[in-house]
């Protein structure tokens, strides 16, 4: 197993459509599911569990011995930036803004419980299934407590990999009073699913 510091991680997962073809036969999947790793052994500072292997029995989700490889992306330490994660990771194919569970909101988030904070971005690896390559996923921040988007926040990409985006600075977008955050997520076409995952809410210090 291996470790990757987040700094320098890139993630690159090729998604294949799960819809049978012309002639009926069924695809096969290859899927990624993270896991938030608490902090320990496999990450001082927490971070996630990354695994990856093909969907041999279709049921859309690995089990243990559809597992290929584990890979741990680990929280940095510094004084200078604080990443605070979202749980976990969500799909759809609506192209309405959708709101993640209530599990991957970060909660009782408040900017003032920082100091000589400089910048604040929205990260996560985002990407669209594969075969749709007219589709574009996008994801934005809202603040779930007082019903607003977080203007500045928002981030998109039509590649059929998993890519790292960042949004603008919104840190002056961030209302000073506690808050739930939440993420939402749409498709531009509806044509198959869009994805959101490894989430990051990233405060930098002068």
């Known amino acids: 197993m291996k470790k990757i510091i987040l700094v320098l991680s890139v993630i690159f997962v090729t998604f294949s459509c799960s819809n049978d073809d012309d002639d009926g036969n069924s695809t096969i999947i290859s899927l990624i599911d993270v896991i938030i790793e608490p902090s320990g052994e496999n ?3 927490g971070g996630y569990k990354i695994i990856t292997g093909i969907d041999l029995n279709g049921n859309q989700m690995l089990d243990v ?12 330490s510094n004084d200078n930036e604080v990443r605070i994660s979202f749980g976990g990771r969500f799909t759809t194919e609506s192209t309405d803004w959708e709101l993640a569970p209530e599990y991957t909101y970060i909660k009782n988030f408040d900017i003032r419980n920082y100091n000589n904070i400089s910048s604040v971005i929205f990260m996560a690896t985002v990407g ?20 607003q988007i977080i203007s ?6 039509s ?12 840190l002056e977008n961030i209302p000073e ?4 955050i939440g993420i ?7 044509s198959g699913w869009v994805e959101v995952n490894t989430p990051y809410l990233i405060l930098q210090r002068n």
């Open 43 to 45: 990450c001082i500072n």
């Open 65 to 76: 011995n559809e597992i290929d490889s584990t890979e741990f992306l680990c929280n940095t």
């Open 128 to 147: 669209v299934q594969n075969g749709n390559l007219d589709n574009v996923s996008y994801a934005r921040l809202i603040d779930v407590t007082n019903d």
């Open 152 to 157: 500045g926040s928002e981030i998109e990409t």
């Open 159 to 170: 590649d059929t990999a998993l890519v790292w985006e960042l949004s603008q600075n919104i």
């Open 177 to 180: 009073e506690t808050i739930d």
């Open 184 to 190: 939402e997520l749409r498709s531009s076409n509806g």
